[in-house]
T-cell receptor, first 114, second 113 residues
Framework: DQQVKQNSPSLSVQEGRISILNCDYT??????FLWYKKYPAEGPTFLIS?????DKNEDGRFTVFLNKSAKHLSLHIVPSQPGDSAVYFC?????????????FGQGTILTVHP | GAGVSQSPSNKVTEKGKDVELRCDPI?????LYWYRQSLGQGLEFLIY????????KSGLPSDRFSAERTGGSVSTLTIQRTQQEDSAVYLC???????????FGSGTQLSVL
């Protein structure tokens, strides 16, 4: 069973516009959520995270929103740049887990056109 | 090196053979993880090491999979009697103490023919 789902395999946006990547989860025990970014032939790199006690977290051009009632989170990138083109994974962790045991979504390929 | 290093980067093997995948974590990182990514799927947790012990090996898919870590550093993931469904990218990650900031290696692409 897929506990973390990214239903859009790909997203294409124009440079300067907003990119919105979505993620849904089914397990209400998840209480920490993360986004990772992956370029081809490289490992994923941590981007931004959010705890379930918050509904928004910002870091520069990246903002993550969490809607606990809908079990939905989204990553907003504003403005999008061609260098943002990569695969984006959302991930979730169980409450009380003190190590990096993460459940990942399938990933969304973001393409930002110049 | 500055990052997590994995070798080999690519491995092609025949069904039934054993393979060993190696991970060199970032120096000083006590936590080490193995994940795998099958085609079209997200990353799947396999095993977690703290130092040389593995408090969580719940993600290992079968007893054909084993892993060890020595000297609190290098880790080896061994797959015995490989099957075609073992074909995937195997990713190693390490972390110091802020666990959300896992640092991943580039992975080993395993193809079982």
């Amino acid at each position: 069973d897929q506990q973390v789902k990214q239903n859009s395999p790909s997203l294409s946006v124009q440079e300067g516009r907003i990119s919105i990547l979505n993620c849904d989860y089914t397990n209400s025990m998840f209480d920490y959520f993360l986004w990772y970014k992956k370029y081809p032939a490289e490992g994923p790199t941590f981007l931004i995270s959010i705890s379930s006690i918050k509904d928004k977290n910002e870091d520069g051009r990246f903002t993550v929103f969490l809607n606990k009632s809908a079990k939905h989170l989204s990553l907003h990138i504003v403005p999008s740049q061609p260098g943002d083109s990569a695969v984006y994974f959302c991930a979730a962790s169980y409450g009380g887990t003190s190590y990096g045991k993460l459940t990942f979504g399938q990933g969304t390929i973001l393409t930002v056109h110049p | 090196g500055a990052g997590v290093s994995q070798s080999p980067s690519n491995k092609v093997t025949e069904k039934g053979k054993d393979v060993e995948l190696r991970c060199d974590p970032i120096s000083g990182h006590t936590a080490l993880y193995w994940y795998r990514q099958s085609l079209g799927q997200g990353l799947e947790f396999l095993i977690y090491f703290q130092g040389n012990s593995a408090p969580d090996k719940s993600g290992l898919p079968s007893d054909r999979f084993s892993a060890e870590r020595t000297g609190g550093s290098v880790s080896t993931l061994t797959i015995q009697r490989t099957q075609q469904e073992d074909s995937a990218v195997y990713l190693c990650a390490s972390s110091l103490d802020a666990w959300e900031k896992l640092f991943f290696g580039s992975g080993t692409q395993l193809s079982v023919l």
